[in-house]
């Protein structure tokens, strides 16, 4: 039995991994695990847009001045001024592919796409289709995708963990089917495109967010990771304590809302010049103080005074799901509350997605580009996913990477050791075994309440510490356990355990990342350390920070 070898593995198919495929396509074989979980990641859920310089009006170094600012002095400028040089071409080679931008319906417009506006941007520069714009970017993108004779995806696959070769290259993944199968794919370039790390978080902006598996993956062989203690949280998810996430996008605050808070007062202006137009950190950190101080849980979103017709016309996504739920929101205000959102951190990459591992390479959220710094500025997100998969694909398309010869079959991944348990160092739970999926899911949820009580919006290092110690309190757990349940099974490991021990190990370096830093600076809001150090710098983590460490 021989293991499949493509050129190109892509993890992931969110808008950074079908950009990638279909862009390396024409030339190369291209294997895309793209789990039907996908559908539910962050790139679909991306409501107001793309960011770059469309309009006559607009110039590349406003662009750049205002990323730059919202970074809060963490930015690579090079970084910055790579992406927002090349985002223009970018969003033309999503016009040219059809995606369904919302036109502009002034006859005297100097852009024929409609452009809005939001936090941290000092003009129009984002456009957007409808208030679905994710959405209409990964369908139009995915039905390409599924045409295209050169693309194999794979949906039944979770990837659990990178290959590397005996000179500690990458080349492919492993991981399991749905019919509980181990698997390996081998590939001459593996990339990484699994998403951020908000589903360490309680309360997220996306039903079914990663929680940095991807991250921790790489770091396993040895990648570097970056900037681990910004993470962002979005100002405005619908406050609904009994249904599924829901973000309000930021656009409605560019389009005129006010924020309000218990008493209905408009508690935006009074905090920063900007409003409700401010950085992402100040309005989070501005709705977390009124929501201390009230009793409701939430502040409120009112865009009532735009009127109906606007209203239907900008956010159609937004008005349809919170009536569904209850809610006319050209009638009355949104109760919204801020929640996880965005990792700015990640897989350290230079400006081609290549991380410190030869042929492992990192796009979109799981990579820590430079770009974002200390917060990321609002739509710059699927700007740099499109930036770097196209960057990432010329790389790959030079003649030196295209000549790559195909990876070996390592010794250990012989047809025999593919038919048991050897293909994973740490094998598999059987369906059979004492250790109930209840407990992890249990582990998982006391994660999570940890990380939301402690490492959230506003920090301090008697609650890091304290998160410190009940994340090894809960790998204890974990640990005790599978070594207890090992006893009575076959010792075999389900692939949730797996992936929590993951989330576990990425959890505890984001504290210590955050307890290391002694200021405050965007995203990482510390009462201990209200101010910010000079000569700050980007912060390196790895999981030789967590050693001596077991996996369950």
């Known amino acids: 039995m021989s293991t499949p070898t493509s050129d190109v593995l892509i993890i992931g198919g969110g808008v950074a991994g079908l950009t990638l495929a279909l862009e390396v396509a024409d030339h190369l074989s291209v294997t895309l695990v793209r789990p039907a979980l996908d559908d539910q990641g962050a790139s679909r859920w991306a409501q107001g847009g793309i960011a770059a310089v469309l309009s006559p009006d607009d110039d590349l170094d406003a662009h750049v001045r205002d990323t730059l600012i919202a970074g809060d002095g963490l930015c690579d400028e090079d970084a910055v001024r790579f992406t927002v040089t090349h985002g223009p071409s970018a969003i033309q080679w999503l016009i040219d592919n059809g995606v369904p931008f919302t036109p502009d319906p002034d006859p005297s417009a100097r852009y024929p796409y409609h452009l809005t506006r939001e936090g941290g941007h000092n003009a129009r520069r984002i456009i957007h289709a409808d208030d679905a714009t994710g959405r209409a970017v990964v369908d139009t993108l995915h039905e390409k995708v599924v045409a295209h004779p050169n693309i194999f995806q794979r949906s039944d696959l979770t990837i659990l963990h990178l290959i590397s070769d005996t000179e500690g290259r990458c080349v492919g993944a492993k991981g399991i089917d749905h019919q509980q199968h181990q698997q390996?794919?081998?590939?001459?370039?593996?990339?990484?495109?699994?998403?951020?790390?908000?589903?360490?978080?309680?309360?997220?902006?996306?039903?079914?967010?990663?929680?940095?598996?991807?991250?921790?993956?790489?770091?396993?062989?040895?990648?570097?990771?970056?900037?681990?203690?910004?993470?962002?949280?979005?100002?405005?998810?619908?406050?609904?304590?009994?249904?599924?996430?829901?973000?309000?996008?930021?656009?409605?605050?560019?389009?005129?809302?006010?924020?309000?808070?218990?008493?209905?007062?408009?508690?935006?202006?009074?905090?920063?010049?900007?409003?409700?137009?401010?950085?992402?950190?100040?309005?989070?950190?501005?709705?977390?103080?009124?929501?201390?101080?009230?009793?409701?849980?939430?502040?409120?979103?009112?865009?009532?005074?735009?009127?109906?017709?606007?209203?239907?016309?900008?956010?159609?996504?937004?008005?349809?799901?919170?009536?569904?739920?209850?809610?006319?929101?050209?009638?009355?205000?949104?109760?919204?509350?801020?929640?996880?959102?965005?990792?700015?951190?990640?897989?350290?990459?230079?400006?081609?997605?290549?991380?410190?591992?030869?042929?492992?390479?990192?796009?979109?959220?799981?990579?820590?580009?430079?770009?974002?710094?200390?917060?990321?500025?609002?739509?710059?997100?699927?700007?740099?996913?499109?930036?770097?998969?196209?960057?990432?694909?010329?790389?790959?398309?030079?003649?030196?990477?295209?000549?790559?010869?195909?990876?070996?079959?390592?010794?250990?991944?012989?047809?025999?050791?593919?038919?048991?348990?050897?293909?994973?160092?740490?094998?598999?739970?059987?369906?059979?075994?004492?250790?109930?999926?209840?407990?992890?899911?249990?582990?998982?949820?006391?994660?999570?309440?940890?990380?939301?009580?402690?490492?959230?919006i506003v920090r301090s290092n008697q609650g890091l510490t304290i998160a410190r110690d009940e994340l090894n309190e809960l790998e204890t757990q974990l640990n005790d356990v599978f070594k207890d349940g090992l006893e009575k099974t076959t010792g075999k490991r389900h692939p949730e355990s797996v992936r929590l021990q993951q989330a576990l190990w990425l959890a505890k370096l984001t504290v210590l990342a955050a307890l290391q830093r002694h200021e405050s600076r965007g995203l990482h809001y510390s009462i201990d350390w209200p101010e910010h150090q000079k000569n700050t710098a980007a912060s390196e983590i790895s999981l030789e920070h967590l050693s001596p460490r077991t996996m369950a």
């Open 184 to 456: 390996a794919l081998l590939a001459k370039h593996t990339v990484l495109a699994t998403g951020g790390a908000s589903g360490l978080y309680r309360h997220t902006t996306t039903p079914s967010p990663s929680s940095g598996e991807g991250m921790v993956m790489a770091a396993e062989l040895g990648a570097k990771l970056m900037n681990l203690e910004f993470q962002q949280f979005h100002p405005t998810c619908l406050f609904d304590p009994e249904g599924p996430a829901f973000l309000i996008s930021e656009a409605v605050r560019g389009e005129g809302g006010h924020l309000l808070n218990e008493a209905g007062h408009r508690f935006m202006p009074d905090i920063d010049a900007r409003a409700e137009l401010a950085p992402r950190d100040v309005v989070a950190r501005a709705i977390d103080s009124q929501i201390q101080q009230s009793s409701q849980g939430h502040v409120w979103l009112d865009i009532s005074h735009l009127g109906e017709t606007a209203i239907r016309h900008h956010f159609p996504t937004i008005l349809a799901h919170c009536a569904s739920r209850g809610i006319d929101i050209a009638r009355q205000p949104i109760p919204v509350v801020p929640a996880a959102h965005y990792s700015c951190g990640g897989v350290a990459t230079d400006h081609h997605g290549a991380t410190s591992v030869t042929n492992l390479y990192a796009i979109g959220e799981v990579a820590y580009t430079g770009l974002h710094g200390a917060n990321r500025m609002a739509s710059n997100s699927l700007l740099e996913c499109l930036v770097y998969a196209r960057s990432c694909a010329k790389y790959l398309l030079t003649p030196e990477q295209r000549a790559k010869t195909a990876p070996e079959q390592p010794d250990w991944l012989q047809s025999d050791c593919l038919q048991s348990d050897c293909l994973d160092t740490m094998p598999l739970l059987n369906q059979d075994s004492s250790i109930s999926l209840a407990t992890l899911a249990s582990v998982r949820s006391q994660l999570r309440a940890t990380m939301s009580q402690y490492v959230s």
